[in-house]
């Protein structure tokens, strides 16, 4: 049930005018002129991501989790991560999931359950993301993109959920899903085949 605040939902800003700043293939940032809720002029600049987000946890036949390990040039740090990507908008984001576990990890899936949708930096952009649970796995060959050098982790699920609690993992996307899994488990929402497999 959604919490009622007493608050107006509706939108408090006024765009007078929208124009964009810079344009690559995978994003557009636009600088909008606006009217603040307190009725001021101001700007406000959203980055536009041309694609959806798309992330996967990963569910081996032994428990254990793939995990995948990148430098993120944004941050300037190493990251251990779920399987991530993007994928078009007008394709099911399923189908895009699948292709970046297929080219990340070298997996496929005979089953999958959504795990939620997410809004990613919801002050700085507009981005979406829609993560999955992965499971009935079988193993490939990888094919990461000319742009990736990743390494690959397989690491048992309580031992995953001690990495987020720790602060090891802190990509968004892997956090959130990860920690949603957990409760489903804790909850007794999960498929019969898939709860047998995380172990909490």
Not at 12 to 24: A, G, I, R
Not at 62 to 78: E, H, M, S
Not at 146 to 163: H, I, N
């Amino acid at each position: 049930m959604p919490i009622d605040t007493g608050e107006s939902t509706g939108n408090p800003w006024t765009v007078l005018t929208s124009t964009t700043k810079y344009e690559n293939a995978w994003m557009e940032v636009i600088e909008h002129k606006v009217l603040t809720p307190k009725g001021l002029p101001g700007i406000y600049g959203v980055m536009h991501p041309r694609s959806l987000a798309t992330g996967v946890v990963p569910v081996h036949d032994d428990g254990t989790i793939t995990l995948v390990g990148q430098y993120r040039f944004p941050l300037k740090q190493y990251s251990w991560e779920i399987p991530e990507g993007g994928g078009r908008k007008d394709v099911d984001p399923q189908i895009s999931a699948a292709r970046e576990l297929k080219e990340e990890a070298g997996l496929s899936a005979r089953f999958w359950m959504p795990l939620g949708t997410l809004h990613l930096s919801n002050c700085l952009t507009d981005e979406v993301a829609h993560t999955f649970v992965a499971w009935g796995l079988e193993e490939g060959e990888a094919a990461p993109d000319d742009t990736e050098v990743l390494a690959l982790r397989r690491v048992p699920f309580a031992e995953v959920m001690d990495m987020v609690m720790a602060g090891a993992i802190t990509d968004a996307m892997a956090v959130a899903s990860l920690l949603r899994l957990r409760v489903l488990a804790a909850e007794g929402a999960l498929p019969d085949d898939l709860a047998r497999l995380i172990r909490l």
